[in-house]
């Protein structure tokens, strides 16, 4: 674990009159005119933000979500599962016009000009720019591949398996991970079997559900943002923490290793995860929210772990503050 920043949360008396700078960050989602403003450096007008947010929401409801499929590795494998899930949306759309699919070719080129490389840890920054510069709403990434497998004790076997990450491209945030494994005795054979998975009805509902409930949840926190802006959020690096030799940052009790799953343990994820964690004047863990996700179970376990831990609080002229802190977790497969 280690402090990479941390941002004080200055309490106001009363709410304040105009948005934060957290809730225009929020509603930019809702209009690209409102981030203009943002990275002009100039005030947004708060009636043009409630009148934007309210067309974009009518707007959003009437429009058909855009669904993008990147690739999924340079294997054979890999192109065929990009396909399957391209082919289940796109018969939905043709069918009830919920979903719109993107041009695969379009959306692995806009990706690639923005420098995506593949990754699979992505920070909600990085994923939301990679979603902009799609021009997508929620997009699948992911590896699949066929190996043949060598074990120690019993015979040799295919074994087919797609790790597929369905990402929101308004908030960043990895909203559905999974890695069904198929083993049979040839590789086309357990290559049919897996692609059959993906076909099934059971896993076009687990995904629709997920982009529905992920809209949602959307919905509702744009909502907040509006009729309830947060309070003032004042960012602090380290930089600044040596400066400023009258402020202290949150230190926990004693460090807690979040557990390496087993879902981890099988694809042998190597990554990064990053969690920021609002720590209240007492020390004790509130909101929890991933920066960088890296799926197979690890962002769970990390979140777990934060919320078992204790603080010493944060202090600024001797008197305990609320921080919000930045954690980093580094994973690494363990020995065999």
């Not at 309490?11 to 409102?34: C, E, F, M, T, Y």
């Not at 591949?145 to 074994?159: I, N």
């Not at 078992?308 to 580094?330: C, E, K, S, T, W």
Request: net charge positive; aromatic share 8%; glycine share 6%.
């Amino acid at each position: 674990m280690k402090f990479i920043g941390c941002i004080t949360q200055l309490l106001p008396i009363g709410s304040p009159r105009r948005p934060s700078r957290k809730a225009l960050r929020n509603i930019s989602l809702l209009h690209p005119s409102l981030d203009l403003f943002a990275r002009a450096g100039k005030k947004t007008p708060w009636l043009l933000v409630c009148l934007l947010a309210a067309a974009s929401l009518a707007t959003a409801q009437s429009q058909p979500t855009r669904i993008a499929v990147l690739g999924f590795g340079p294997e054979p494998t890999g192109a065929k599962v990009a396909t399957k899930i391209s082919a289940m949306f796109a018969a939905e759309s043709a069918s009830t016009r919920e979903f719109t699919v993107i041009d695969p070719d379009l959306a692995r080129a806009a990706a690639r000009g923005a420098g995506f490389d593949g990754s699979m840890n992505l920070t909600v920054h990085e994923a939301r720019d990679l979603g902009a510069a799609i021009g997508c709403d929620f997009y699948f990434l992911g590896e699949a591949q066929t190996l043949r497998r060598s074990p120690s004790t019993g015979a040799a076997y295919f074994d087919s398996y797609a790790s597929i990450f369905l990402v929101s491209a308004r908030t960043g945030r990895l909203i559905l991970w999974e890695r069904p494994p198929v083993r049979r005795d040839s590789a086309e054979e357990a290559e049919t079997a897996l692609l059959q998975i993906l076909a099934s009805e059971e896993t076009r509902h687990r995904y629709f559900v997920a982009i529905r409930r992920a809209q949602e949840d959307e919905r509702a926190e744009r909502a907040s943002a509006v009729e309830a802006p947060p309070p003032i959020i004042e960012i602090m690096s380290d930089a600044d923490d040596d400066k400023d030799k009258n402020t202290r940052a949150p230190r926990p009790y004693r460090r807690l290793k979040p557990p390496y799953p087993e879902s981890a343990a099988i694809a042998e994820v190597e990554a990064v995860v990053d969690v920021l964690a609002d720590i209240d004047a007492r020390g004790e863990v509130g909101r929890i929210e991933i920066a960088r996700w890296a799926g197979y179970g690890l962002d769970q376990s990390v979140i777990d772990t934060v919320k078992q831990m204790h603080f010493f609080p944060a202090m600024r002229d001797g008197v305990a503050i609320p921080m919000r802190v930045l954690l980093r977790y580094n994973f690494r497969k363990p020995p065999k």
